[in-house]
C-alpha cells in the first residue's frame, strides 16, 4: 500500500511518500538535482514499489524543501543536512516496525548523505555516482575529457573525422587544455569536503557506479587522491558498464535492484 505523507521540516512541510511493507529494514531513497521524489522517468517510484512488493521492505521518498510538493525554497543539495534528517525521524515515525533504515541516493544526494547520512538517524549508506564536479565553464570534467579522447583515440572513424573537418577545433583545444591540468582538491573543495565526511563516517558505505557516466567518471578521478585513503578501507565499491546516468535501461534498473536488495540483507 502507498500512502502521501506530509512532515515538517525547519518550519516548512515536506511531501512524502511511503511504500508501506511488513520489513524491519527500510530504504530511504534521496533525489537528486531538483527532481521530484518519483525520480527521473518514475525511476525511483517503480524502485520504490518493486523493492516493497517483492523484498518485503517499506520505501520512504521525499521533496526537499523547496522541490515538487514542499514548501521552501530550494537551496541545493548542501543545504539539505535538516532534510535529510527530519527525512528519517518521519520515516521512523510512520513505519513503526522499521530498526534499521539504509539510504540510498544518486548524484549530489550520494554526495548529500555521505556529508549528512551520518548525522541523520541512518544505518548504512548505498551511493551512486556522486557528485565532486565544481563548474568553472560549459566542458565536461577533465577526467571525462581524458576518458573521452582515450577512447576515441583508437577509433580509426574519430580520426577521419578530425581529416575531414568534422570536429570543432576550438572545443578541441579547450578540452585538451582542460584535460591537461592536474586535479587539484584543496581543503574548501567538494572532493576534500566529501572525504573529511567519508573519513568521519561510521556508517558502512557502498558506491555504486556506472563507468561511461561523466559524473562518475569524475568521482573516481578525485576517489583515486590521497584524500579518500581512509575511506576506501572500509567503503564498497560496484562498478556498472553503462553510460546511464540514472541506470535508465531495463538491465541497469535490474542491476540496481539487484545491489539494493544486498544492500537491505
Not at 514499489?49 to 514548501?71: H, M, Q, W
Not at 541512518?122 to 557528485?131: K, R, S, T, Y
Request: proline share 5%; hydrophobic share 50%.
Amino acid at each position: 500500500m502507498r500512502r502521501l505523507i506530509e512532515f515538517p521540516c525547519a518550519g516548512e512541510s515536506l511531501a512524502a511518500t511511503l511504500d508501506e511493507a511488513a520489513g524491519t529494514t527500510g530504504l530511504l531513497i534521496v533525489s537528486g538535482g531538483n527532481e521530484v521524489r518519483m525520480g527521473a522517468h518514475r525511476g525511483m517510484a517503480l524502485l520504490a514499489a518493486r523493492v516493497a512488493g517483492e523484498l518485503g521492505a517499506p520505501v520512504f521518498r521525499y521533496d526537499r524543501r523547496g522541490v515538487g510538493d514542499s514548501t521552501g525554497s530550494n537551496g541545493g543539495f548542501e543545504s539539505t543536512a535538516e532534510d535529510i534528517a527530519a527525512a528519517v525521524a518521519a520515516f521512523r515515525a510512520e513505519a513503526t516496525g522499521v530498526t534499521r533504515v539504509v539510504a540510498f541516493g544518486n548524484c549530489d544526494a550520494a554526495t548529500a548523505l555521505a556529508m549528512f547520512g551520518p548525522a541523520s538517524g541512518v544505518d548504512a549508506l548505498l551511493i551512486a555516482n556522486p557528485w565532486v564536479i565544481e563548474a568553472t565553464d560549459d566542458l565536461p570534467p577533465a577526467a571525462a575529457i581524458r576518458a573521452r579522447y582515450a577512447e576515441r583515440l583508437r577509433d580509426p572513424k574519430e580520426w577521419l573525422r578530425l581529416i575531414r573537418g568534422g570536429v570543432n577545433i576550438d572545443k578541441l583545444f579547450k578540452g585538451l587544455l582542460k584535460a591537461a591540468k592536474k586535479p587539484s582538491q584543496p581543503p574548501a573543495s567538494l572532493p576534500a569536503r566529501l572525504a573529511a565526511a567519508m573519513k568521519a563516517s561510521k556508517l558502512p558505505i557502498t558506491i555504486l557506479i556506472a563507468s561511461g557516466d561523466n559524473t562518475a567518471i569524475a568521482f573516481i578521478d578525485a576517489w583515486k587522491g590521497a584524500a579518500f585513503d581512509a575511506a576506501r578501507e572500509r567503503t564498497t565499491v560496484i562498478e556498472l558498464t553503462s553510460d546511464s546516468h540514472s541506470f535508465a535501461s531495463v538491465a541497469d534498473k535490474a542491476w540496481l535492484f539487484e545491489r539494493v536488495r544486498e544492500a537491505l540483507i
